[in-house]
C-alpha cells in the first residue's frame, strides 16, 4: 500500500524548533533519495530539502544552517528537524520522493511560526 504520514507540526513562536517525522511505505521510501516540501497560504509548493539513500544532503538557500533532514532506513521515515524558525516558515510541510511531480501527497502536517 502507498502511504505517506508526516506528524510534528505545531503552534512555535519564532526562534523556536519543531521536528518533524515522515513514515513512508516501502513502496515509496526503498532505494530512493527523498525529500521534504512544504507549501504556504496562496503560493506554489516548494522543495525544501533532500537526502539521498547514501545520505548526502541539500537545501533550499531559505533553509540552511537552519535545517536538517535524515533518515532511518529500518523504519521508512525521514525527519526534519527545524531550528530558528521565522514567520515565513509558515507552511504545511510534505515528504514524498525527491524531485516527485506527481499527484500522490499526504495530508501534510500544519506548521505555524508566530512572530
Known amino acids: 500500500q502507498v502511504q505517506l504520514v508526516e506528524s510534528g507540526g505545531g503552534l512555535v513562536q519564532a526562534g523556536g524548533s519543531l521536528r518533524l517525522s515522515c513514515a513512508a511505505s516501502?513502496?515509496?521510501?526503498?532505494?530512493?533519495?527523498m525529500a521534504w516540501y512544504r507549501q504556504a497560504p496562496g503560493k506554489q509548493r516548494e522543495l525544501v530539502a533532500v537526502i539521498t539513500n547514501g545520505n548526502n544532503t541539500a537545501y533550499v538557500d531559505s533553509v540552511k544552517g537552519r535545517f536538517t533532514i535524515s533518515r532511518d532506513n529500518a523504519k521508512n521515515t525521514v525527519y526534519l528537524q527545524m531550528s530558528s524558525l521565522k514567520p515565513e516558515d509558515t507552511a504545511v510541510y510534505y515528504c514524498?520522493?525527491?524531485?516527485?511531480?506527481?499527484?500522490?501527497w499526504g495530508q501534510g502536517t500544519q506548521v505555524t511560526v508566530s512572530s
Open positions: 516501502e513502496t515509496i521510501f526503498s532505494s530512493h533519495a
Open positions: 514524498n520522493k525527491a524531485y516527485y511531480r506527481g499527484d500522490y
